[in-house]
């Protein structure tokens, strides 16, 4: 919508009210989003726990930070989501700013490149998936924030070759294909570190307090760092890389026997203290739905399908 707009229109016109059209058309997203949100049921754990009346007798976010455990993986959690946040931030947002204002590309085959990437990104996130069930979430999520580290530096210096070519080249394999390999196991990961009664407050934790430094001021200080550098990006593209490694770094400290969802099989030790998720009944009347509150991943055959019996 950006690039048939700035086609459409003078810079003068684009700058006034030409971007305000695209956030505009983006409120019919919205409402295509809630019908659906509202239309689909909570998951087998979450309404095996209801009928058990086994809800938190408080707010959620107070049981959510009783819990020691639940405690280390939200720190955890949100120190994970770092480098997936300045990622998206820098590939999506601050590199069109950096074409058209430092490299001088013209803006609206920059946007163009910026919608191929997300076509390839939007295409292998099920492949990414795929992988998850698999392999395990914690295994997809970290090797794609350390190729996501690796990958900065080339990135930046195929950016200044100067050509919008090499640009759209680069930024489809960072946005298009490194980002969508850890962004595909984002979401199980996430959901698996809490149990079914915290998980939504958890996760919401994670996600959205982690974009208040992961995500928001992401292109503030990629502006700042090349100022730094007095247009070099060397100094951006160390930070970058230094967020990949602390989420790589964050994702190896959760254990697989402190996950509440079997995602793969076990990544590593799997020993340490058992959730308080094992001490839920499942209920009788439904013993072979996916249950989620029966306790952390031991490696079984069923780990690899997401169910246990």
Same mark, same amino acid.
């Given at each position: 919508?950006?690039?048939?707009?700035?086609?459409?229109?003078?810079?003068?016109?684009?700058?006034?009210?030409?971007?305000?059209?695209?956030?505009?058309?983006?409120?019919?997203?919205?409402?295509?989003?809630?019908?659906?949100?509202?239309?689909?049921?909570?998951?087998?754990?979450?309404?095996?726990?209801?009928?058990?009346?086994?809800?938190?007798?408080?707010?959620?976010?107070?049981?959510?930070?009783?819990?020691?455990?639940?405690?280390?993986?939200?720190?955890?959690?949100?120190?994970?989501?770092?480098?997936?946040?300045a990622?998206?931030?820098?590939?999506?947002?601050?590199?069109?700013?950096?074409? &058209?204002?430092? !490299?001088? =590309?013209?803006?609206?085959p920059?946007?163009? @490149?910026?919608?191929?990437? +997300? $076509?390839?990104?939007? %295409?292998?996130?099920?492949?990414?998936?795929?992988?998850?069930?698999?392999?395990?979430?914690?295994r997809?999520?970290?090797?794609?924030?350390a190729?996501?580290?690796?990958?900065?530096?080339?990135?930046?210096?195929?950016?200044?070759?100067?050509?919008?070519?090499?640009?759209?080249?680069?930024?489809?394999?960072?946005?298009?294909?490194?980002?969508?390999?850890?962004y595909?196991?984002?979401?199980?990961?996430?959901?698996?570190?809490?149990?079914?009664?915290?998980?939504?407050?958890?996760?919401?934790?994670?996600?959205?307090?982690?974009?208040?430094?992961a995500?928001?001021?992401?292109?503030?200080?990629? &502006?700042?760092? !090349?100022? =730094?550098?007095?247009?070099?990006?060397?100094? @951006?593209?160390?930070?970058? +890389? $230094?967020?990949?490694? %602390?989420?790589?770094?964050?994702?190896?400290?959760?254990?697989?026997?402190?996950?509440?969802?079997?995602?793969?099989?076990?990544?590593?030790?799997?020993?340490?203290?058992?959730?308080?998720?094992?001490?839920?009944?499942?209920?009788?009347?439904?013993?072979t739905?996916?249950?989620?509150?029966?306790?952390?991943?031991?490696?079984?055959?069923?780990?690899?399908?997401?169910?246990?019996?």
């Amino acid at each position: 919508m950006f690039a048939l707009l700035s086609d459409a229109l003078s810079d003068e016109a684009f700058l006034a009210y030409g971007w305000r059209i695209a956030f505009l058309v983006s409120l019919v997203l919205v409402m295509v989003g809630l019908a659906v949100r509202l239309k689909i049921d909570e998951t087998p754990a979450f309404r095996a726990v209801r009928r058990l009346r086994e809800l938190p007798r408080s707010a959620p976010l107070v049981e959510l930070m009783r819990a020691p455990q639940a405690r280390r993986h939200v720190l955890l959690g949100m120190l994970a989501r770092w480098g997936e946040g300045a990622a998206f931030n820098t590939w999506a947002v601050f590199a069109i700013t950096y074409a &058209t204002g430092t !490299l001088k =590309l013209d803006r609206t085959p920059v946007l163009l @490149a910026v919608t191929a990437a +997300a $076509l390839v990104m939007a %295409v292998l996130i099920p492949v990414s998936g795929a992988a998850v069930d698999r392999r395990g979430a914690r295994r997809v999520y970290v090797t794609g924030m350390a190729a996501f580290s690796v990958s900065v530096f080339p990135a930046f210096w195929l950016f200044g070759t100067g050509g919008t070519w090499a640009f759209a080249a680069a930024l489809v394999v960072t946005l298009g294909v490194v980002h969508a390999w850890f962004y595909g196991a984002q979401g199980t990961l996430f959901a698996a570190l809490f149990t079914t009664t915290v998980r939504y407050t958890g996760m919401s934790c994670v996600y959205q307090v982690s974009g208040i430094f992961a995500s928001g001021v992401t292109p503030l200080i990629m &502006t700042a760092l !090349l100022a =730094l550098g007095s247009g070099s990006p060397w100094w @951006a593209c160390g930070y970058l +890389a $230094l967020t990949g490694l %602390v989420s790589v770094w964050a994702t190896g400290r959760l254990r697989d026997g402190d996950l509440h969802v079997p995602t793969g099989p076990p990544l590593g030790p799997t020993t340490g203290p058992t959730p308080a998720s094992a001490a839920t009944p499942r209920p009788a009347a439904s013993p072979t739905c996916p249950d989620d509150t029966a306790g952390p991943s031991t490696g079984s055959p069923n780990a690899s399908t997401g169910t246990r019996r």
